[in-house]
């Protein structure tokens, strides 16, 4: 069976400790994308958890990265932080609607990430997942969900996201518990765990474990060693999968996701 495309970044693009160790000693600030993008294959857009942006920065973006890179964006924090899930509808409307099917081609999924104090409430997270849309305008819209509290470690959260054909985010995490059952039609990890005294962000000795992940995942299989909550295999289809380094060692993400690419290909 063939697989799908193996996208691997890193969140954001604008760092200062990047600028002589990632970027070009003298790169101008607004080339950052354009260097980044050329080295990565994804990048999981940040400021949009804090800030609505409008449609030409979208297109603006869109037209700065090359052909078949793509981004994940991360949803608004005004959705996601709340007590009631079941009432976020009008903020999920206006986050969808800020502009982003201007990305075209270059969007990926949204990534909804939640408080590590919020905790699994089948009937409310049932309903929030039922408010996002499958498109906008016409443009076919994918979503993940990154939960933080052990008590979404339980099959009725798996299958409510497996049936709204949501994927779970993987988060190799140090502080927080991690699911890596697989609900959607792709995949999406976090590589949290990263420290800037690696100078791969990892210890070079993991990342053998990652790019052979990484490749099961894409094939449509399960890599071993990962927390499940559920027993038994998904369907077997290719999936796109994601990887990004992140938080984590951040001054190193970028030359964790280079040695990934330069594994994988």
Not at 2 to 17: D, K, L, N, V, Y
Not at 148 to 174: M, N, Q, T, W
Not at 226 to 237: A, F, I, R, S, T
Request: some cysteine; proline content about 8%.
């Amino acid at each position: 069976m063939a697989s799908a495309p193996i996208r691997i970044g890193i969140g954001g693009w604008t760092f200062e400790p990047w600028r002589g160790t990632f970027y070009p000693q003298g790169l101008s600030q607004k080339k950052e994308l354009a260097f980044a993008s050329r080295q990565l294959s994804a990048i999981e857009i940040n400021g949009t958890y804090y800030s609505t942006f409008k449609p030409a920065t979208f297109e603006g973006w869109r037209d700065t990265v090359p052909d078949g890179f793509v981004f994940a964006v991360k949803g608004s924090r005004f959705c996601t932080n709340r007590k009631v899930l079941a009432e976020a509808g009008e903020s999920v409307a206006r986050f969808v609607g800020q502009g982003i099917v201007a990305l075209g081609d270059r969007l990926g999924p949204l990534m909804w990430q939640f408080m590590a104090t919020k905790k699994f409430d089948a009937a409310d997270f049932g309903a929030f997942l039922d408010l996002l849309p499958r498109a906008h305008e016409g443009v076919p819209l994918r979503h993940a969900v990154q939960v933080r509290h052990e008590s979404f470690a339980v099959p009725e959260f798996v299958d409510l996201c497996r049936k709204a054909g949501v994927a779970i985010v993987y988060a190799d995490s140090p502080q927080y518990p991690a699911i890596a059952d697989i609900t959607g039609d792709f995949v999406y990890a976090r590589l949290e765990a990263g420290e800037d005294e690696n100078p791969l962000c990892y210890p070079e000795a993991d990342l053998p474990r990652w790019t052979e992940a990484a490749k099961i995942w894409a094939a449509g299989g399960r890599p071993d060693g990962l927390p499940y909550v559920e027993d038994g295999d998904p369907p077997k289809q290719p999936r796109e999968t994601f990887v990004f380094f992140i938080h984590g060692g951040k001054v190193r993400a970028p030359a964790a996701a280079q040695e990934l690419i330069r594994r994988l290909g």
